[in-house]
């Protein structure tokens, strides 16, 4: 179970958390979140704490407050589609940069993915 | 309103001056750790808060009123000893407190007895420290106050009980109440405080929000406590 | 809240006394049934027996109430209780005079139970006709009933005894304000209190005698008691004593109201 440490400013790491289960899709569009005092207990912080995560998400409109029945996940598959692909860009060019440090070039390192793929599958 | 203001604070015993002119507001819903080293002035400052010591000078306002009854009814406090009277039953005690406190709910702390595992019927003379502190404990939180200061809620606890403790606190202190949290034990509390105070030879050195803390010293409140005052 | 607090005092004194209520009053029985039997040596030895055991029993109840209103309003106020008695939302006055008037409380049933006790002891016509003989002379020439008198002589007893432990709460007080020796300060302030009130009294009797000849002759010579000066005295002190223990009250208030510093 996700539990945030110590080391990094707690609101941003389950702020990053919830974001990364609407992008996998763990939270589904339109999906209802727990209350704060709940997920603050599972979570086991302060629900001010939470309170704030959830402010950050909902300013970057990936939430939204149905004013008496709680906090949403947005229904805008196209705010979530680009903030995946935000993600695997950033996944692709670190992978990039790291074969590049072994000595792969682009194209080098295009091929041993797919043959990897290959392999896989 | 602030919750509790606290303006040009001294307090000295003797010749030891044990609070140096302290200034500290705190603001409501938060939850706050008092963080020192012992016998810096944490324990005094919350005595003084709650009116068990008289300040040679400054004052303290809680909800912009000065000590009194009105203060003591808005506070539940849990002290770092025992303050019930031993030769009474948890029963008796739990009546005590619905005589005098109109904030205090029976039927919470019964349950709230229930889950740590504590026997209404028992003598408290005859419990354990440990029992005797997680019966406190569920006294304090059984009362509907509008701040909590707990004094070292996790001193004589053992590392796998305090977890249990402090989740006992999270999901029972009334919803929207500013919590004071003294303690020297940071790590485990660390994740549940808003903002952190650091006290040091009477005199506040830092008060901060702890993400803001955090992210500016890219480390943990621990840590960060361990460099200010390595010793 | 002064009617609750009252409550937890009255019945946390009541219940440590009522040790000594019953032991006094079973011993006074006793030796009341023992001493019925005429002619009998063995039975007239125990019923003496009951009978010094009834008395010391009557003795240790006064001390013993005098000695636990201290212990607990030093235990409530000052120990590891005060904790919880002074994060009640309640007045320190209220607090104050929940004490106080637990003392009186306490004391006025302790003493009735030791007269209770000695009249299961003692009472008989003889006895009886014996004290009214001792007290009548007296009575009589100043104009009061036998009951009267008796009931001035206890008030005044009772009066110097609620004198003596509030001296004791003045001495709690104002040692517990130090630093540090607070038992032993507050030892010495209850002393001096009680020194002080007791001068304040002589005091004001001999501030009357000044305008009185025949209480200065008292004071000055060894005559004999004249009874209406003697009665004079009595109403004075019962006075005076009420006054001092008003200003003795009063000042502990104000002491107390001040705050605390607990350890």
């Known amino acids: ?121 | ?231 | 809240m002064l009617k609750k607090l009252l409550k937890y005092d009255l019945s946390s004194i009541f219940k440590f006394l009522i040790i000594f209520y019953s032991l006094s009053i079973i011993f006074a029985v006793s030796s009341r049934f023992f001493l019925s039997f005429e002619k009998s040596l063995a039975m007239e030895i125990i019923g003496r027996i009951f009978s010094g055991a009834a008395i010391s029993m009557m003795f240790s109840t006064i001390i013993n109430n005098l000695m636990r209103l201290w212990v607990r309003f030093k235990t409530n106020f000052y120990n590891d209780e005060s904790y919880l008695t002074h994060t009640l939302p309640v007045k320190r006055t209220t607090q104050y005079l929940s004490k106080f008037i637990t003392a009186v409380i306490t004391m006025v049933v302790s003493i009735s139970v030791i007269a209770l006790s000695l009249f299961i002891s003692y009472y008989s016509k003889e006895n009886m006709d014996f004290v009214k003989s001792l007290l009548f002379p007296l009575a009589d020439s100043i104009n009061i009933s036998t009951f009267g008198l008796v009931f001035a002589l206890i008030l005044l007893i009772f009066l110097e005894f609620l004198n003596i432990l509030q001296c004791g709460f003045t001495g709690l007080i104002l040692g517990h304000s130090m630093n540090s020796k607070k038992m032993g300060m507050s030892v010495l302030f209850g002393f001096i209190a009680s020194l002080v009130t007791q001068f304040a009294l002589l005091l004001v009797l001999f501030a009357f005698a000044l305008f009185n000849d025949n209480v200065m002759n008292m004071f000055i010579t060894n005559s004999p008691v004249d009874f209406t000066t003697f009665k004079l005295l009595a109403i004075i002190a019962i006075v005076v004593y009420m006054i001092i223990i008003c200003a003795v009250c009063l000042f502990n208030l104000k002491q107390f109201k001040r705050g605390v510093n607990v350890d």
């Open chain 1, 1 to 121: 179970m996700f539990s945030p440490d110590n080391n990094s400013p707690i609101y941003l790491q389950i702020a990053e958390k919830i974001k990364s289960d609407i992008v996998s899709g763990e939270l589904s569009p339109g999906a209802r979140l727990p209350s704060v005092r709940d997920l603050a207990l599972k979570l086991k912080v302060n629900p001010n704490t939470v309170q704030k995560a959830l402010a950050e998400l909902e300013m970057r409109g990936l939430l939204f407050t149905e004013r008496t029945n709680g906090k949403f996940v947005t229904h805008d598959t196209g705010l979530i589609i680009s903030i995946k692909n935000d993600y695997a860009k950033n996944i692709a060019e670190s992978f990039l940069s790291s074969m590049e440090k072994l000595g792969f070039s682009n194209d080098e390192a295009i091929n041993y993915l797919s043959n990897l793929g290959g392999e896989k599958n």
């Open chain 2, 1 to 231: 309103m602030k919750a509790i203001e606290i303006k040009n604070l001294s307090k000295s015993f003797g010749k030891k001056k044990v609070l140096n002119d302290i200034s500290l507001s705190i603001d409501r819903g938060r939850i706050v750790g008092l963080l020192g080293k012992n016998g810096m002035g944490k324990s005094t400052l919350i005595k003084i808060i709650n009116d068990l010591l008289t300040p040679d000078s400054g004052e303290v306002l809680v909800y912009g009123k000065s000590v009194g009854v009105e203060s003591k009814l808005r506070i539940s406090y849990l002290p770092e000893r025992c303050a019930l009277d031993k030769g009474m039953t948890v029963k008796k005690v739990i009546k005590f407190y619905s005589d005098f406190y109109g904030n205090f709910d029976s039927s919470k702390a019964m349950k709230l007895l229930h889950d740590l595992d504590l026997d209404a019927e028992q003598k408290i003379s005859k419990m354990s420290k440990g029992m005797q502190e997680k019966l406190q404990l569920a006294l304090v939180l059984s009362r509907e106050a509008d701040i909590y200061i707990l004094d070292e809620p996790l001193g004589g606890v053992d590392p796998a009980t305090r977890d249990y403790i402090l989740d006992t606190i999270l999901s029972n202190f009334k919803e929207g109440a500013t919590v004071i949290i003294s303690t020297h034990i940071i790590s485990d509390i660390e994740r549940i405080l808003d903002n952190v105070v650091f006290i040091h030879k009477g005199e506040i050195i830092l008060t901060s929000d702890t993400d803001e803390l955090r992210s500016s010293e890219n480390a943990s409140i621990d840590e960060i406590f361990r460099r200010t005052f390595r010793c």
